[in-house]
T-cell receptor, first 114, second 116 residues
Framework: DTGVSQDPRHKITKRGQNVTFRCDPI?????LYWYRQTLGQGPEFLTY????????KSRLLSDRFSAERPKGSFSTLEIQRTEQGDSAMYLC????????????FGPGTRLTVL | AQKVTQAQTEISVVEKEDVTLDCVYE???????LFWYKQPPSGELVFLIR??????QNEISGRYSWNFQKSTSSFNFTITASQVVDSAVYFC?????????????FGTGTRLLVSP
């Protein structure tokens, strides 16, 4: 049983550096989502893909953030010129066909910006 | 605007006690879905249940039960005979038809601590 996987699980970086995270969804799922979760808060929606198309982006996703899903399979989330406020858990989720299928989450990537 | 409120930040119970986690939501849509997720210490969100806005029937799954009341915009979650393994943060979430049900809006979560 392969669920949603994310890599790396932890990332420590210095302010100003670029970081990239990867998410591999459940293989038959065509929708992929990114969320951000800070300490003591619920996850906040960042963006989502249907196949390779990025269909919605939150205002939380500043110009320093970019997400891709080039072949409709795995996705990457890049943060350029990281800031301390970017420190958070970045969660990826996927869901199958159908407009209301539940989203299955990966273990997350915890980013710490020093 | 959509919003989910979980007023209980943390609840502590002793094993075998029943516990209810409250969830109140706000939405302008008449068509929406409500969810509960569990986040154990390992960090991975685990899907527990999805209900649509047209189905107000309560649901029971083992020790878990859910009470959906549109009149009070609430979707409460009860764990019967709690166990230590139930210790986790529980999130209530909402998705609406105007976002194609693709965006989950989460509450701030309730941390449940079950002691032996």
């Amino acid at each position: 049983d392969t669920g949603v996987s994310q890599d790396p699980r932890h990332k420590i970086t210095k302010r100003g550096q670029n970081v990239t995270f990867r998410c591999d969804p459940i293989s038959e799922h065509n929708r992929l989502y990114w969320y951000r979760q800070t300490l003591g808060q619920g996850p906040e929606f960042l963006t989502y893909f249907q196949n390779e198309a990025q269909l919605e982006k939150s205002r939380l996703l500043s110009d320093r953030f970019s997400a891709e899903r080039p072949k409709g399979s795995f996705s990457t989330l890049e943060i350029q010129r990281t800031e301390q406020g970017d420190s958070a858990m970045y969660l990826c989720a996927s869901s199958g066909r159908g407009s209301y299928n539940e989203q299955f989450f990966g273990p997350g990537t915890r980013l710490t910006v020093l | 605007a959509q919003k989910v409120t979980q007023a209980q930040t943390e609840i502590s119970v002793v094993e075998k006690e029943d516990v209810t986690l409250d969830c109140v939501y706000e939405t302008r849509d008449t068509t929406y879905y409500l969810f509960w997720y569990k986040q154990p210490p390992s960090g991975e969100l685990v899907f527990l249940i999805r209900r649509n806005s047209f189905d107000e029937q309560n649901e029971i799954s083992g020790r878990y039960s859910w009470n959906f009341q549109k009149s009070t915009s609430s979707f409460n979650f009860t764990i019967t005979a709690s166990q230590v393994v139930d210790s986790a943060v529980y999130f209530c979430a909402l998705s609406e038809v105007n976002t194609g049900f693709q965006k989950l809006v989460f509450g701030t979560g309730t941390r449940l601590l079950v002691s032996p």
